[in-house]
């Protein structure tokens, strides 16, 4: 077959080579040999590429599964089976004998060899779809050749220990000793079980975590800061756009696709990384509903052979099996799993089961007793999940289920003002950026963790007051290059008086008696 292919069929760019068939015995066949960029186009993005399998351009599979491919120009790979029924389908329509017609293909030739065809030319489809037509993020890598003894992921005498990955987060996260330290021992056994992988022909199992508190007690953050601090890959998924296969939404595969990409497209180091799983209250079971519940009890049963340990199809760039991308198979058995939520009203679910034994009599409890308990989420058991929702087989698969507290005033207090990047802090370093200092009082960060305690919802109402009451301050201090000081007082945010402001020079706007100098630079 003489070669057909042509660049803008310029006059002079003549083809000489025909296309040359490869062997049988060769790893793959390369059909852009007579093309006149052709070396070109092999060297083009091998750099980039050298790392990923190549990905048929027709059915999206990887080398991996579907075997040796066809190389096109423009780093175009389609597979052997693509290949032949596109060979077949069009033999199949020999239109006025054109396929078998020596005197045509005498012309084709001749036409070749003058400089092309007229008015002709050829859609790059490498253009359409970036380097050859599918990028890298939706293509995975290529496994290592095993040689000799296989060098182990991790080194066991590098693995952090508890206590120190434990004060790793208390430079982050104020309080929650018992939840960093459930977290900080299933880490460093993770890290064992990457590093070991057997041990005396003892499979260590895995022993995935369920994370209860009230919202803004930092959970996300906790495993948000875990995720800076370790070397394994670590992804965060959201359980609320979670639905059953075939509905509208996330397929349960997608919280795996987001590890694979944290691990760079690379399965075997994505088999041993850690999956946080936010929000998973929100795929409990919906009561008194008379429609399918896709995104409840279905998601919770889909999530069973993840929890357990699987091997999956996970699309590889995507959330969804249907987005035409390549997918891999990945092993779930060695991923931990840690699953958070808020639950709410499970507080309620456990007052009820506390207050069976309520009744009247000297010895008996009343039935207010739990009312003001602050730390009532502690007494949760396996009984109160399955009440609010979660089916046995789910809880049964999250063997670990601890709490977190919610903040007090103390806690709220130090989250302002301890933490390495404090809100405090964050606002000290803008206001530092126009040349002005920022200074708070006890007594102000007091009334702010009380009016955080009286809005309910964590630390997270912390930052919302600041905004409310510095926003006048961050409008004018760019109007006034004198200012040199700001200080934050309690009057000024209970809403009954302003802030105390230092200039530069000698003279002061108020309260002489009680504010110290800044001398100009």
Do not use: W
Request: net charge negative.
């Amino acid at each position: 077959m003489s070669d057909l292919y042509k660049e803008n069929g310029e006059a002079g760019d003549t083809t000489e080579d025909k296309m040359k068939e490869k062997k049988d015995g060769e790893e793959s066949s390369d059909l852009t040999e007579g093309h006149p960029d052709a070396s070109a186009t092999k060297n083009a993005g091998k750099s980039d590429n050298k790392d990923y399998e190549d990905v048929c351009f027709v059915c999206r599979r990887p080398e991996s599964k579907a075997g040796r491919m066809f190389k096109l120009p423009n780093n175009i790979c389609v597979c052997n089976d693509c290949m032949h029924k596109t060979m077949e389908t069009v033999s199949q329509f020999d239109y006025q004998g054109m396929l078998n017609n020596p005197q045509l293909q005498n012309e084709l030739d001749q036409l070749s060899k003058q400089g092309g065809f007229p008015n002709i030319s050829f859609v790059n489809l490498a253009d359409l779809r970036g380097d050859g037509g599918i990028p890298n993020k939706q293509k995975l890598k290529k496994k290592k050749k095993k040689e000799g003894e296989q060098e182990p992921v991790l080194n066991i005498r590098n693995i952090p220990a508890p206590h120190k990955i434990k004060a790793s987060l208390d430079e982050y996260v104020v309080g929650q000793e018992q939840a960093k330290k459930v977290i900080s021992v299933a880490v460093y056994n993770h890290y064992k079980r990457v590093a070991t992988g057997s041990m005396d022909n003892i499979e260590i199992e895995k022993s995935n975590m369920l994370m209860i508190g009230p919202t803004g007690c930092g959970k996300t953050y906790l495993v948000k800061t875990l995720a800076r601090l370790l070397d394994v890959p670590l992804a965060i998924a959201d359980a609320t756009s979670l639905t059953e296969a075939g509905y509208i939404g996330d397929d349960i595969e997608s919280v795996v696709s987001k590890l694979l990409a944290a691990a760079d497209n690379d399965v075997e180091k994505a088999e041993s990384g850690i999956i946080f799983i936010d929000e998973i209250d929100k795929i409990a079971k919906k009561k008194q509903t008379n429609t399918r519940d896709v995104s409840g009890e279905s998601v919770q049963q889909g999530m069973l052979k993840l929890l357990e340990g699987a091997e999956i199809e996970v699309p590889v760039g995507a959330n969804s099996k249907n987005a035409m991308v390549p997918l891999a198979t990945v092993n779930t058995r060695n991923i931990l799993f840690i699953c958070g939520g808020a639950f709410p009203d499970l507080e309620e679910i456990i007052k009820q089961r506390l207050n069976k034994t309520a009744g009247i009599g000297f010895n008996s409890e009343l039935r207010d007793r739990y009312d003001k308990d602050k730390d009532i989420l502690s007494k949760v058991t396996v009984e109160d999940i399955r009440k609010f929702g979660m089916i046995p087989e789910f809880i049964g698969r999250l063997p670990i289920v601890f709490t977190l507290k919610g903040l007090t005033k103390e806690m709220m207090v130090k989250v302002l003002k301890e933490p390495r990047n404090a809100i405090l802090k964050q606002y000290q370093k803008l206001l530092e950026l126009d040349e002005v200092k920022l200074e708070f009082t006890e007594e102000s960060l007091e009334a702010i963790a009380d009016k955080a305690m009286e809005r309910d919802t964590g630390a997270r109402a912390l930052r919302s007051i600041i905004e409310e009451f510095m926003l006048d301050i961050m409008y004018e201090i760019p109007k006034d290059d004198n200012i040199g000081r700001v200080t934050i007082t309690k009057e000024y945010i209970q809403g009954t008086g302003g802030p105390i402001i230092d200039i530069r020079s000698n003279q002061i706007l108020e309260n002489p008696d009680h504010l110290k100098q800044i001398s100009g630079e």
